[in-house]
């Protein structure tokens, strides 16, 4: 059980949260604890909406614990450091990510793998190292040790890069780890919304053949002409799948709703390698004949370290890669949550959050 925030805390805090799991955000007052030796206080100012953001609000997946104050894409202003920093000065631009503790200790965490530690803390909605419960981006400022703080490359946008701090690290980790980076080999990317037009663009810039595999016809021009890909293909058009049957090496998965992966399957050549990263509310069935029989492989990844985030921050700035975005105040969230719902934003809303913020 999580202490209580208010009383175990002294610095004052505003933000917005939701307050049960009707989703609707409101105007709310909290705490940050002091910033500590190892700490650094960071002034937000922008914060990116992340689907996770709009399931976590809604309990989707049963663990909310509410109030619930979301947002893990957090750009903003170190104006505090503790005497044990070394890598953050006041007045630095630094980013805040999906995480913001581990244990340190374990093999995850020295193998610089901090996502996957047993005793990780989620930037929100989860109970941080001190024993309280976090409290995320949609909000003025937050505390976090030094060893999940960001430096934010110098030429990368604050507010179009923030959503890289977990929709980037989210398609760069599986590229990485699954050796999709050699040019000139064919990359598939199932879905076109927040996580795949980063991957198309992250594969354009590993030198990858690039073709998007969306249900929706009319992101064809968009995928081609605006994001970079080679080509785009139907996913509902059963003339055009049989044809490209055998011609992927990967397939980077982002769709969050239930879907069929046989169709991918059949796309990837023999050694193939189908990636999922979305999320949905059901489990998938997964064939295991196309994986016997073209001896495949179906994996998963889920963000990435605190080395390999700052990697995929410094890769980015030098590719030019940023999130495509729609900028909104804080008082707009809940339509955009309901637009999120939708799939209508082209890619990723975020937060101004220094401009828009203000207690009532």
Same mark, same amino acid.
């Given at each position: 059980?999580?202490?209580?925030?208010?009383?175990?805390?002294?610095?004052?805090?505003?933000?917005?949260?939701?307050? !049960?799991?009707?989703? %609707?955000?409101?105007?709310?007052?909290?705490?940050?604890? !002091?910033?500590?030796?190892?700490?650094?206080?960071?002034?937000?100012?922008?914060?990116?909406?992340?689907?996770?953001?709009?399931?976590? #609000?809604?309990?989707?997946?049963?663990?909310?614990?509410?109030? %619930?104050?979301?947002?893990?894409?957090?750009?903003?202003?170190?104006?505090?450091?503790?005497?044990?920093?070394?890598?953050?000065?006041?007045? !630095?631009?630094?980013?805040?990510?999906?995480?913001?503790?581990?244990?340190?200790?374990?093999?995850?965490?020295?193998?610089?793998?901090?996502?996957?530690?047993?005793?990780?803390?989620?930037?929100?909605?989860?109970?941080?190292?001190?024993?309280?419960?976090?409290?995320?981006?949609?909000?003025?400022?937050?505390?976090?040790?030094?060893?999940?703080?960001?430096?934010?490359?110098?030429?990368?946008?604050?507010?179009?890069?923030?959503?890289?701090?977990?929709?980037?690290?989210?398609?760069?980790?599986?590229?990485?780890?699954?050796?999709?980076?050699?040019?000139?080999?064919?990359?598939?990317?199932?879905?076109?919304?927040?996580?795949?037009?980063?991957?198309?663009? #992250?594969?354009?810039?590993?030198?990858?053949?690039?073709?998007?595999?969306?249900?929706?016809?009319?992101?064809?021009?968009?995928?081609?002409?605006?994001?970079?890909?080679?080509?785009?293909?139907?996913?509902?058009?059963?003339?055009?799948?049989?044809?490209?049957?055998?011609?992927?090496?990967?397939?980077?998965?982002?769709?969050?709703?239930?879907?069929?992966?046989?169709?991918?399957?059949?796309?990837?050549?023999?050694?193939?390698?189908?990636?999922?990263?979305?999320?949905?509310?059901?489990?998938?069935?997964?064939?295991?004949?196309?994986?016997?029989?073209?001896?495949?492989?179906?994996?998963?990844?889920?963000?990435?370290?605190?080395?390999?985030?700052?990697?995929?921050?410094?890769?980015?700035?030098?590719?030019? #890669?940023?999130?495509?975005?729609?900028? #909104?105040?804080? !008082?707009?969230?809940?339509?955009?949550?309901?637009?999120?719902?939708?799939?209508?934003?082209?890619?990723?809303?975020?937060?101004?959050?220094?401009?828009?913020?203000?207690?009532?």
């Amino acid at each position: 059980m999580a202490k209580s925030p208010e009383t175990e805390h002294p610095n004052k805090a505003f933000g917005w949260a939701a307050k !049960d799991k009707s989703g %609707v955000l409101s105007p709310f007052h909290f705490s940050r604890r !002091d910033n500590g030796d190892n700490d650094v206080t960071v002034k937000i100012l922008y914060c990116g909406v992340c689907h996770t953001d709009l399931h976590t #609000i809604k309990n989707d997946w049963g663990f909310s614990y509410y109030p %619930v104050v979301p947002g893990h894409e957090i750009v903003g202003i170190a104006t505090k450091v503790g005497k044990n920093v070394t890598k953050f000065r006041e007045g !630095d631009r630094v980013g805040v990510g999906v995480i913001t503790g581990s244990c340190q200790s374990c093999e995850s965490c020295n193998q610089d793998l901090e996502n996957y530690c047993p005793q990780m803390s989620f930037t929100y909605n989860s109970i941080g190292s001190d024993g309280t419960k976090t409290y995320g981006g949609y909000s003025e400022s937050i505390v976090v040790d030094q060893r999940f703080v960001l430096q934010f490359p110098e030429g990368l946008p604050s507010d179009s890069g923030a959503p890289l701090l977990c929709a980037g690290i989210t398609v760069y980790s599986p590229m990485k780890y699954y050796g999709m980076t050699e040019p000139g080999k064919h990359l598939g990317v199932a879905g076109l919304g927040g996580l795949g037009h980063v991957a198309v663009k #992250i594969g354009k810039a590993f030198g990858l053949k690039v073709t998007v595999i969306s249900s929706s016809p009319s992101k064809e021009d968009e995928a081609i002409n605006r994001l970079g890909a080679d080509s785009f293909l139907v996913s509902s058009d059963p003339q055009k799948m049989k044809a490209a049957i055998g011609t992927m090496d990967y397939i980077i998965d982002t769709v969050s709703a239930v879907h069929a992966l046989f169709p991918l399957l059949g796309l990837l050549k023999v050694n193939g390698k189908l990636v999922t990263l979305g999320l949905p509310e059901k489990p998938l069935e997964l064939p295991i004949f196309p994986l016997v029989l073209g001896r495949k492989m179906v994996g998963g990844s889920d963000i990435g370290g605190m080395k390999e985030t700052q990697e995929m921050l410094e890769f980015c700035a030098k590719h030019n #890669i940023t999130a495509d975005i729609e900028l #909104i105040k804080m !008082d707009e969230i809940n339509t955009a949550m309901e637009r999120l719902a939708k799939s209508d934003v082209r890619y990723r809303f975020v937060i101004d959050v220094a401009n828009s913020l203000s207690p009532p």
